[in-house]
């Protein structure tokens, strides 16, 4: 076997060729680190809100909570189903709100972009045990004060504590109060007074839709069959996780498909990149590997030797991309959520299985790259090369 010394000393010595491969892989790993740590970014944000033991109700047929339209009676009907939990006043927990999209200038840039606003009731956040106010206080019922997501604050104009914007034309409105929620969706939201939010969008008596909490999480099936077995109420009864998830499929599936069609293209020129590096150093090295030979090395060897340098170098290139892409943990992006057609912002989400993924691609680079120029490093002739 011959020593890996040997290959990291052929390394060093092309030290040009060999940062620049390294780059090469380095940058494909990079992108596909970043757009695998976006997609699990999507579906955190979109889920970590989501509890088992919390069932929504939509009107049927709808797809997401701005195009779902309730009555207001429904809200009673809804809490009042068996299964609802009671606190310790003997009242069903539940909430009834109303969903709509504003149009916000963003800070920055030209032009508006879509915000989810939501019209929720004094009860909003104590049924909601993650929500806390940041800074300043909670919006005051029936007044033109909301509270805003940590996400979005700054983001759009208006939305600092203290600023005021339009809710909708000629309805200013003041924030109060900036929330977090565990970097979930609700912090790309707007919070605003549910009859303050009817009267500006003319929305009066309706809903969009209804979140209960369940006894325990194996109460959601009675839950759902008297919710969706009355027909003429026309609900639809979802696990609020499940509901989440659904909401950042579409997101999250088109940046995989982007994700995974960059990546194949710079994944094809990083292996041609190391391609050509690796047949350079066969077609400079024919007395290394000619002597090699005549030392009683095999073919077997060689070819091992030349493949284990192309991964080591690889691998190399994949961890520099690998740790660079950790960087990403530290940004924020804002997207269109095609679920609800409004902004919402996304952070960048490093996991260990994202790493090993993409250490695992820059070694199959490396391997696929290697192979060719290996196979003809161990077919050289020893005599050729020593006369060469």
Same mark, same amino acid.
């Given at each position: 076997m011959i ?6 000393r052929?390394l060093?010595?092309?030290?040009t ?8 892989v380095?940058?494909?790993v990079?992108v596909l680190?970043?757009a695998l740590?976006?997609?699990?970014g ?5 889920g970590?809100s989501?509890q088992?033991?919390v !069932? +929504?109700v939509? @009107?049927?047929g709808?797809d997401?909570e701005l =195009? ?5 009676a *429904?809200?009673n009907? $809804?809490v009042?189903?068996?299964g609802v939990?009671r606190?310790?006043?003997?009242k069903p927990?539940g909430?009834?709100e ?8 963003k800070i920055?840039?030209?032009g508006?972009?879509?915000?989810q606003?939501?019209?929720?009731t004094?009860? !909003? +956040?104590?049924? @909601?045990?993650?929500?806390h106010?940041a800074? =300043?206080r909670?919006?005051?019922?029936? *007044?033109?004060?909301? $509270? ?6 700054g983001?759009?104009?208006g939305t600092?504590?203290g600023?005021?914007?339009d809710?909708?034309?000629n ?7 900036v929330?977090?929620d ?12 549910l009859?303050t939010?009817?009267?500006a969008y003319?929305?009066?008596g ?5 979140r209960?909490?369940l006894d325990s999480?194996s109460?959601?099936?009675l839950?759902?069959?008297a919710?969706e077995g009355?027909k ?8 609020e996780?499940d509901?989440?998830e ?7 599936r ?5 994700a995974?069609i960059i990546s194949?293209?710079?994944?094809v020129g990083?292996?041609i ?23 009683g090395f095999?073919?077997g060897?060689i070819?091992?030797?030349?493949l284990?340098?192309a ?5 190399f290139?994949?961890?520099?991309g690998?740790f660079?892409?950790l960087g990403?943990?530290f ?5 269109l959520n095609?679920a609800?057609?409004?902004e ?11 790493i ?12 696929f790259g290697g192979?060719f120029?290996?196979v003809?490093?161990s077919r050289v002739s020893p005599v050729?090369?020593?006369r060469g």
């Amino acid at each position: 076997m011959i020593p890996i010394r040997y290959n990291v000393r052929s390394l060093i010595v092309r030290k040009t060729t060999t940062i620049a491969t390294a780059l090469g892989v380095g940058l494909v790993v990079f992108v596909l680190s970043s757009a695998l740590m976006l997609s699990a970014g999507i579906q955190k944000t979109l889920g970590v809100s989501g509890q088992d033991d919390v !069932a +929504i109700v939509l @009107r049927k047929g709808s797809d997401a909570e701005l =195009g779902s339209v309730l009555d207001t009676a *429904s809200v009673n009907t $809804i809490v009042g189903g068996p299964g609802v939990k009671r606190d310790e006043t003997g009242k069903p927990i539940g909430v009834g709100e109303i969903v709509v999209v504003g149009a916000l200038e963003k800070i920055g840039a030209s032009g508006v972009a879509n915000v989810q606003i939501r019209g929720v009731t004094s009860e !909003a +956040i104590k049924f @909601r045990p993650h929500v806390h106010i940041a800074f =300043g206080r909670e919006a005051k019922p029936g *007044s033109d004060e909301v $509270i805003v997501g940590e996400r979005i604050r700054g983001r759009f104009k208006g939305t600092e504590l203290g600023e005021t914007f339009d809710l909708r034309k000629n309805r200013p409105v003041t924030v109060v109060g900036v929330f977090t929620d565990q970097g979930s969706s609700y912090e790309s939201e707007v919070w605003v007074d549910l009859d303050t939010l009817r009267a500006a969008y003319g929305r009066a008596g309706a809903i969009s839709s209804v979140r209960v909490r369940l006894d325990s999480s194996s109460a959601f099936d009675l839950f759902k069959a008297a919710m969706e077995g009355e027909k003429q109420y026309g609900y639809l009864a979802l696990r609020e996780k499940d509901y989440l998830e659904k909401q950042s499929q579409g997101t999250s599936r088109f940046i995989d498909v982007m994700a995974t069609i960059i990546s194949f293209f710079f994944a094809v020129g990083a292996m041609i990149g190391a391609t050509i590096t690796m047949y350079a150093a066969v077609a400079h090295r024919q007395r290394e590997i000619g002597t090699l030979r005549a030392l009683g090395f095999s073919r077997g060897s060689i070819l091992f030797s030349f493949l284990l340098e192309a991964v080591v170098l690889a691998f190399f290139g994949g961890a520099v991309g690998a740790f660079a892409s950790l960087g990403m943990g530290f940004v924020h992006v804002s997207m269109l959520n095609f679920a609800s057609w409004s902004e919402i912002v996304f952070g960048f989400e490093p996991t260990p299985g994202i790493i090993l993924t993409s250490l695992g691609l820059a070694m199959a680079m490396g391997l696929f790259g290697g192979f060719f120029p290996a196979v003809r490093a161990s077919r050289v002739s020893p005599v050729a090369a020593m006369r060469g």
